[in-house]
């Protein structure tokens, strides 16, 4: 799901903005919320960090998107900013307030797809954790989404990962306190799997990037419901 706050003083440009995002959650599987502001005083007030991404118009009474920008950027310096104008040239300027993009009005959806595209690996990126683990001798940085599970082997940890397999000390406990809450499950003891690489489950047995996994009986339980609840999460 993508949180998005449009900032503009035009209702026809706020439905045509709205149209052109929903459209594009449609086709690309992505459910978007879209909250609306008439004017970016009534933006900034009482404002909770909840957004990833502002569409800020710039051109607008009482205070005009630049200045809102710059008192965004006071409150919240991680959602991703957006100018929508008439003006290309604002591009030159957003880097004073970290604008990811700008966007012309009126909006068109090719432009605002590719765009989009952008957003949604910014975000996937900005959610992905990464470890450090010590492997042969050498420092290795590995990316969450990188890991297809982590398996306990004669007292060791190998990392089965989609640059290969990384024989590492440490506990498993520890890294799946790591990974906590990004889609990692204990399958049995020994087993912690990157449930966005799990392609199928039957009776006792998962299979993860093609390999088969024992799930222990006292575990089964919860790792169906944390499957299934990362499931739901990825189709919001």
């Not at 900034?44 to 569409?55: G, H, R, S």
């Not at 710039?58 to 006071?74: F, I, N, Y």
């Not at 398996?151 to 906590?180: C, N, Q, W």
């Not at 006792?204 to 999460?233: A, C, W």
């Amino acid at each position: 799901m993508i949180r998005i706050a449009i900032v503009e003083d035009e209702q026809k440009d706020i439905e045509n903005l709205s149209k052109l995002l929903n459209r594009y959650g449609q086709e690309h599987s992505e459910h978007v919320e879209i909250f609306d502001f008439r004017n970016a005083i009534n933006f900034l007030t009482n404002y909770q960090p909840n957004y990833d991404l502002v569409f800020m118009d710039v051109q607008m009474p009482h205070m005009d998107g630049m200045e809102a920008a710059r008192s965004l950027r006071k409150l919240d310096t991680e959602t991703l900013l957006i100018f929508v104008t008439n003006m290309a040239n604002v591009a030159v300027n957003g880097y004073e307030v970290a604008a990811f993009d700008f966007i012309v009005k009126p909006a068109e959806y090719a432009s605002l797809c590719i765009k989009m595209d952008r957003v949604r690996e910014n975000l996937s990126l900005r959610n992905e954790k990464k470890i450090i683990i010590q492997s042969d001798g050498a420092k290795i940085l590995l990316k969450s989404q990188e890991i297809y599970y982590v398996e306990v082997m004669d007292h060791k940890l190998v990392y089965h990962t989609t640059r290969g397999d990384f024989p590492a000390y440490g506990t498993i406990s520890k890294v799946a306190s790591e990974l906590d809450d990004i889609g990692f499950s204990f399958c049995n003891k020994s087993y912690l799997v990157n449930l966005k690489y799990v392609s199928k489950v039957e009776k006792y047995v998962v299979t993860v990037n093609g390999m088969e996994l024992q799930i222990s009986h006292p575990r089964k339980k919860d790792f169906m419901n944390e499957l299934s609840d990362y499931i739901g999460r990825t189709l919001q």
